[in-house]
């Protein structure tokens, strides 16, 4: 015990020493330590201070969705009713999506400018900027060619011109909804109003939102008929192979529809249906026979070595016009159903986007009545009032793109500012245009116009290559005519959109229907873009109308340019709403459209010869008839049918590769894989992903690698040329010296090792790792900053990548581009949708990404992962419903 004390004290003593005494790197140690802290406490600090300050600027402007929001009425507005009168409730549910219930017309429309400013308006801010010729005002001098273009276009100018001719209850929808828009840019102003603007900040610090007007929702309806316009770009083409290729190889590249096995549309017309006010109408058509009139021998061959960017430019901002745009839209009457009363399913294909193109909303009255007849629901477009597809209380519609010839480009011979007319030089019209440049200088542009319509092969120097004799090693597919003027060579374009028409008050027409009177009503009035029509309502009709303003040609068809010196060329009037297409209750039961031919050959007036080539809905009707006959249908088996993803080319591939041996044992494995297959291209199967690639390097090798080069534009096309080649061994199409193959059976070979070549590159040599959704994924790209070059700007905006199914030329429509080096997904089913007419509160709605176009916000992107899987969910209508779905609410009160 004695030893413990002096333990102790040695301890201490030692201890004491060494704490009173220290050395001098110690004390630089210690220093140095808490310099270290003091920093890193410093940058923990800050990087806090700057998550915060980033999280705040990216929810800043996320909307407030519940409680109470007094609205001023705008500042700038001139009408005595301008901003809210009464109350207007809106109710959201889960996905965002909102219900907007008041008391007036005024009201009503007034809320939804509100609501789709909170929830979208960068995105409508850039369209009217599309459509005006104004991205140079955003974005600077990159974007001055796709300005020009557009500005030539002029858009812009005919919507004011439409505005100016509305009736004025339509004028006033269209006023009480730019009132909304702008309540709310009262009290919002750039990085509160979104994200993009505290990233334009960075780069365009001055530029100020401008407040909303009507002509900013009507142009957005020309680009979307931009979008649907036709058949430009196999207008050019044509005339491009025609430098090249015979009469006959022509005709081999684009054939006739396969009408003995796909089907059209409406085979036989009803008549004896009332008479529909032409309220949109036309110009008197004169007879069938002048109609249908074609004097192709002198449509010209334009020298063009591509498209020219400026048109894909235009194209890409409004939606990708590439392959894959159309739809698929089927009704089904009550005498096929389990419940007795019609199913309409609808998914219309467009170019991916984030946001989706649709904005999903309910307008509802709460006494619905003749001042206040709203009772609708469906999908809208930002930046446009009403309900574009959807259905109200008594019927359901839906659309998909008629594909009917709208569009026709001309030469012209141009001296000065005059152009020669029927043997006379006319006066062009000539107009200047000035663009304000952000961080540039101001830019004008001169704009002529013929008789026909702007002239493009101005605004670039892709469209300028016109400039040469476009004759110029053209071969039997086109006889030159002899009676070409001096002068130079000029394109124009003519096109339904760039004349003023009532598509801005066929929306509310359509929203307002009850019968199918009411919808040919409305489908008298929509002009462009030109649609096929669906219909179903609450007594058990069904119905399908071609509404639109479809032109009747003179001396030619349109199938390439026309010359534009000799008026017998162009339009003489456009078809009578009355004699368009049109069919009630038909006897099958059902109606299918999917992008294929209206009518037979019997039809007397000619809309074209560019239409889907019918695999889709070839496979729609035989699915719908084998459901008819297994039992009554319901909502199931018409979403079932929308998500089908049957490949008719996989299926024509196994066939012709069913006796086809490779001396390669790897590639050889890889055709074992493909003739087990069941031509299905779901997302998680090997065989789908070599299968596609198989027919991308088929295509390629028949077509594209050969010297001139074929285009590789469209897969439903090729399918038919394809199958065609299959059949006939001998074909000189078999042979490419480019790629030294010779005959049907090298050609396959060499395609079969190809594919699996490019595959293993793409995705490994192990067949099992091998799957079609990785190889076919689409990435949510937002068509602004997602497209900057700046990854981590980018990094703000876009999404994905998500693996999905489905393909070109198949109902699950997801398209990709043929030749292009990637088999990502570019064009889609935007949205799909399946209306019960038994009981609207069992139809069923979904599109690609969310209500929301605020990047982070709950209902930017809650949608995607229902949509890559083609689940659609619950799409309740009666208020009773939307009020126990609703999760916020919010009311909107007049100030005072």
Request: hydrophobic share 40%; charged share 20%; glycine share 8%.
């Amino acid at each position: 015990m004695s030893d413990l004390p002096s333990l102790t004290g040695a301890n201490r003593t030692v201890a004491s020493s060494t704490d009173d005494t220290p050395t001098p790197r110690r004390r630089r140690a210690r220093r140095i330590g808490l310099i270290l802290y003091s920093v890193f406490v410093g940058l923990v600090v800050v990087a806090l201070i700057a998550a915060g300050a980033v999280v705040w600027t990216i929810q800043r402007s996320f909307p407030q969705l519940s409680g109470t929001i007094t609205v001023p009425a705008p500042s700038d507005a001139g009408a005595s009713d301008a901003g809210l009168t009464d109350d207007v409730e809106v109710l959201r549910d889960a996905l965002g999506i909102p219900t907007i219930i008041a008391d007036s017309s005024h009201d009503l429309l007034f809320a939804q400018g509100y609501v789709h400013a909170q929830d979208r308006f960068w995105e409508m801010d850039f369209r009217r900027h599309v459509t005006s010729g104004r991205l140079s005002e955003l974005f600077g001098a990159s974007q001055l060619p796709t300005d020009q273009f557009l500005r030539t276009l002029g858009w812009r100018t005919v919507a004011e011109a439409e505005v100016a001719a509305l009736d004025e209850t339509t004028r006033g929808y269209y006023e009480a909804y730019a009132e909304g828009v702008n309540a709310y840019l009262a009290e919002h102003d750039g990085a509160d109003v979104s994200l993009e603007y505290a990233v334009l900040g960075l780069q365009n610090a001055d530029y100020e939102i401008e407040p909303w007007t009507p002509a900013d929702s009507v142009a957005w309806l020309k680009a979307m008929a931009w979008d649907l316009r036709g058949n430009i770009e196999e207008e050019i083409e044509r005339a491009l192979l025609a430098q090249s290729f015979t009469a006959e190889q022509i005709a081999d590249l684009y054939p006739a529809y396969p009408s003995d096995r796909n089907p059209v549309i409406v085979p036989t017309i009803t008549t004896g249906l009332d008479a529909v006010p032409a309220s949109s109408s036309d110009e008197s058509a004169p007879t069938a026979s002048a109609a249908s009139s074609t004097h192709t021998d002198r449509s010209a061959v334009v020298e063009w070595s591509e498209v020219g960017s400026v048109v894909e430019a235009a194209s890409l901002l409004v939606g990708e016009a590439g392959e894959g745009i159309g739809s698929n839209s089927w009704v089904v009457s009550g005498a096929h159903t389990e419940s007795g009363l019609p199913l309409l399913s609808n998914d219309p294909h467009l170019g991916a986007s984030l946001p989706s193109v649709w904005h999903q909303v309910g307008l509802r009255c709460r006494a619905v009545a003749t001042e206040c007849p709203f009772d609708v629901a469906g999908f809208s477009f930002s930046g446009v009032p009403g309900v574009v597809i959807g259905h109200n209380a008594e019927i359901a519609w839906g659309f998909t793109n008629l594909t009917a010839d709208v569009t026709d480009l001309y030469l012209e011979k141009v001296q000065g500012d005059q152009y020669w007319r029927d043997g006379q030089l006319v006066p062009l019209e000539i107009r200047t245009e000035t663009f304000r440049v952000a961080g540039g200088d101001d830019v004008t542009l001169e704009v002529r116009s013929t008789v026909h319509g702007p002239i493009i092969s101005g605004v670039s120097d892709d469209l300028g290559k016109v400039a040469g004799d476009p004759y110029t090693g053209s071969t039997d597919a086109v006889t030159p005519p002899t009676d070409v003027p001096e002068g130079d060579w000029a394109v124009s374009l003519r096109w339904t959109a760039l004349d003023a028409g009532t598509t801005a008050a066929a929306i509310f027409a359509l929203n307002r229907a009850q019968d199918f009177d009411g919808l040919r009503l409305a489908a008298s009035l929509f002009d462009v873009p030109s649609q096929n029509l669906v219909y179903a309502d609450r007594e058990g009709n069904i119905g399908y109308q071609a509404p639109g303003k479809l032109p009747i040609r003179g001396a030619g068809d349109g199938t390439m340019p026309q010359p534009g010196w000799d008026s017998a060329y162009d339009w003489t009037g456009f078809i009578p709403f009355a004699e368009l297409p049109v069919a009630y209750n038909p006897d099958e039961g059902y109606i299918v459209t999917a992008n294929n031919p209206v009518v037979g050959a019997d039809y007397p007036y000619f809309l074209g010869s560019d239409f889907d080539y019918g695999w889709r809905a070839a496979r729609i009707t035989d699915l719908l008839q084998r459901a008819i006959a297994q039992g009554p249908l319901t909502a199931d088996t018409m979403s079932a049918i929308q998500a089908d993803q049957d490949f008719w080319m996989g299926t024509r591939l196994i066939a012709a590769y069913a006796d086809v041996s490779l001396d390669d044992a790897d590639a050889q494995g890889a055709l074992d894989l493909l003739q087990q297959w069941d031509a299905q291209n779901a997302p998680d199967s090997a065989a789908a992903a070599y299968a596609n690639v198989l027919w991308d390097e088929l295509a390629q090798n028949l077509f594209s690698r050969r010297e001139p080069a074929v285009g590789l534009s469209d897969h439903g096309r090729l399918f038919l040329v394809v199958d065609t080649l299959l059949d006939d061994p001998g074909s000189a199409w078999w042979t490419n010296d480019q790629i030294d193959v010779a005959g049907q059976r090298e050609m396959l070979e060499r395609s079969a090792k190809d594919a699996y070549t490019r595959l293993v590159e793409l995705q490994g040599d192990d067949p099992d790792a091998w799957n079609w959704g990785d190889l076919h994924a689409i990435t949510l790209t937002s068509g602004t900053f997602g497209q900057s070059g700046i990854a981590p700007i980018e990094a703000l905006f876009n999404r994905g990548p998500y693996p999905v199914g489905g393909g070109s030329a198949v109902v699950d429509a997801t398209g990709w581009r043929l030749g292009s080096g990637s088999f990502a997904t570019s064009t889609v089913p935007s949205m799909r949708m399946t209306v019960d007419l038994a009981d609207l509160d069992a139809s069923r709605w979904n599109h690609l990404t969310g209500t929301s176009g605020h990047a982070f916000h709950p209902n930017y992107i809650d949608q995607v992962a229902a949509w890559q899987e083609q689940r659609q969910t619950p799409w309740p209508f009666s208020l009773d419903a939307v009020r126990a779905a609703a999760t916020d609410t919010l009311t909107l009160t007049p100030a005072g």
